[in-house]
């Protein structure tokens, strides 16, 4: 990297173009990997537009639990079981702040 | 201002992170000084479509192109109620206004060819775009060379009806117009195809159709297959709701067909048996849409090869190709799919123009299917990627609905399968 040259001047003007630089953007989270593809049943963010439950405006604690007792069972599904069980207790703490986060 | 902004990310503001050197001599000259990349999208079908609107969502100063000649898409998934008579083609439809109001170009034209070392892509109406990443996701061409004496021509004779769009129109009036008594046939291709339950689905569909209107009729599947997904819970429903009224034949009991007699709405196969019908819906075998053919992103299964982390072409650098047009290890090919794809692709693409770490990609699917209006049923994966087996499915996760449960069950399935319409379709087009 070092090799290259950086025009100190250069680097300004760009830096002044980089208003709408949006930080956020670089770095995709594990969470929201993990979390974007209970989209196509539960909606964009959870918003869910039909009769499927919403995820979005409940808490962290809510969506682990549930995520929890779908998987082993303990509470009934037609189809939560066979996705819960496909994720790791660590995955499901990320998907459940995921989704708390966007509140 | 400058402290915040390291000289990674300065890269990345200026040249997608790709050739820094060149990049550098746009800065004072280029927009890209103001994006972080130009990535054109060929498809807004279930693949395009999310693709385009996940690349936003992730990184709103790129510069993203939507190519799709639809001014409205209508959807496959629940064309088959549009069949049974439980829905208009209007609840079908979906237009790309939510793209354009997130600031993604929506130009309805259609991509004619991709120079993959130019890095453009030429269109029907002579503009040419360039881009830092391509995402391809034509969906499906047909493999008419492999019935006789079928061609695209027949389709207002014998309309496959497997693109939504007027052969459902089409399909649905033959279906009305036939006279009680008579037979319709379904012809599904072997494997692999666009949505594997389909066919199913759409034979349970007019099934009810049938039942309600014209109860003496029929629907013959003759089956290139010697099985099908979710057989036993079809099965299992048919027989509930239909009696006998749908008979399927296996690929090795004559299923097979090799050709057509269009005049005489009949199917044969290789042993020369003929089959006619009132209405006749053979559905060709497949392979990946024109535009993969022509840019030499297919191999030769007739469908494309990529790298199952990140969509890119195993042919082409730079483009990447999703939904069914693509060879995704063990996901099927259905929207449910495409849209994942998407999401996983445009995750792929934001992280390498940015050079950051690309999360673990994690995919999912689940294909629900009516078997009647208050009837359905499911079958769902979790996927995940390793170097060894590309995407495999979670062992641990999936499966079918359960075979032992009372009609509540169906019937919350039924439910959750609208429910399910409503969102992949918000979640693709809002
Ligand atoms: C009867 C039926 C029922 C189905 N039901 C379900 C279901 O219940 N659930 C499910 O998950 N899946 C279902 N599917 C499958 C689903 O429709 C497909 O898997 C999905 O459409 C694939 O998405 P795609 O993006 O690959 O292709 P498509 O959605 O077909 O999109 C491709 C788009 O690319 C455009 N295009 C092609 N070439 C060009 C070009 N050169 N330039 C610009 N644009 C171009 C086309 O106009 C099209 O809009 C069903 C399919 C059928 C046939």
Partial sequence: M????????????????????????????????????????????GKSPGAIPKLHGKSAEFIENALMEFRSGERDSTVMQRHATGYSDEEITLIADYFAGLN | MMNHINRRQFIQLVGGGSVLASSIGLVACSKQSTTSGRVVIIGGGFGGATCAKYL?????????????????????????????????????????EAHSKRGIKVLHTSAREIDPTGKKVQLADGTTLEYDRLVVSPG?????????NMSPGDAEKLPHAWNGGPQTVTLRRQLTAMPDGGTVIIAPPANPFRCPPGPYERASMIASYLKQNKPKSKVLILDAKTKFSKQPLFMQGWEALYGDMIEWVSGDAGGRITGVDIAGRALYNELGEEHAGSVVNLIPPQKAGKIAHAADLVDDTGWCPVNQRTFESSRHPDIHVIGDASLAGAMPKSGFAANNHGKVCAAAIVSALHNTTMPEPSYVNTCYSLVGPDYGISVAAVYRYSDEEGIYAVKEAGGVSPGDVGPDFREQEARYTRGWYASITSDTWG
């Fill in chain 2, 140 to 148: 499906i061409d047909f493999r008419w060379e492999d019935i006789e």
């Fill in chain 1, 2 to 45: 070092s090799r290259l040259p950086f025009p100190a001047a250069l680097l300004f003007t760009v830096a002044s173009f980089s208003v709408s630089f949006n930080a956020s953007a670089a770095e995709i989270s594990q969470g929201a990997m993990l979390s974007n593809s209970c989209a196509a049943c539960h909606g964009t963010d």
């Fill in chain 2, 56 to 96: 936003q969502r992730f990184d709103p100063d790129l510069d993203i192109t939507l190519v799709e000649p639809k001014q409205n898409f209508v959807t496959c998934p629940f064309s088959n109620l549009v069949l049974g008579g439980l829905r208009e083609m209007d609840s079908i439809s979906h237009s790309y």
